[in-house]
Structure formats: C-alpha cells, structure tokens
Nanobody, 117 residues
Framework: QVQLVESGGGLVQAGGSLRLSCAAS????????MGWFRQAPGKEREFVGA??????YVTNSVKGRFAISRDNAKNTVYLQMNSLKPEDTAIYYC????????????WGQGTQVTVSS
C-alpha cells in the first residue's frame, strides 16, 4: 500500500507562486509514474501533469507556468506553480501509477490552493 501526502497548498494572490510537495511512503517510488490532478468546485477532476522516469509533461492550460520535478532520494514529487490565476483555484491531488500506464492506483488526500484576484 502506497501512501501519498501532499503539502504546500494555501492562499496566494494572482501572479504569485506556490510549490506543492507529495511524499510517498514506498522506497520503490523511483519506479512509479507520478501525476498531479486538480478539482475545482463544481467541476470534474482535471489532469495537470505527470512525471515518468526522467520525462515530465503538463497539460496545455498550465504549460509555461507549472513544472513537475521529483527527488527520488526523498521519495517526493513537486509541482511548482508560477503566475497563478484565480482559475487555478482547486484541490490538488497527487497520484501514483504502479501498474498500467495512465492508470493511477494510489491517491493523496489533496491540498487546497486558493488564488485571489
């Protein structure tokens, strides 16, 4: 059982930055693909980006503003968010894919990000 714990959310003004962290319990974390998702009030969960091995990618709506990285020594993946907009307000979740690529098997509890205008 993989446990994921997100941190780093909070309230920030538009144009500001936040860095979210997701710490995994497993030492085999290195082999997982890790994803970030978000869910805004009244909306469906949205894929933000992921990292698999040394390759990272983010969805078009955040490209150029968000970046994903991982520190395997710390079993942690990060989501650096810059130039935040009010529409980025959501609960952000990290997830681990340990089996079928694109299928996420374990999820964190989420961390709230609120961007004020």
């Amino acid at each position: 059982q993989v446990q994921l714990v997100e941190s780093g959310g909070g309230l920030v003004q538009a144009g500001g930055s936040l860095r979210l962290s997701c710490a995994a319990s497993e030492r085999t974390f290195t082999y997982y693909a890790m994803g970030w998702f978000r869910q805004a009030p009244g909306k469906e969960r949205e894929f933000v980006g992921a990292v698999r091995g040394g390759t990272t990618y983010v969805t078009n709506s955040v490209k150029g503003r968000f970046a994903i990285s991982r520190d395997n020594a710390k079993n942690t993946v990060y989501l650096q968010m810059n130039s935040l907009k009010p529409e980025d307000t959501a609960i952000y979740y990290c997830a681990a894919s340990v089996g079928t690529p694109g299928t996420y098997d374990y999820w964190g509890q989420g961390t709230q990000v609120t961007v004020s205008s």
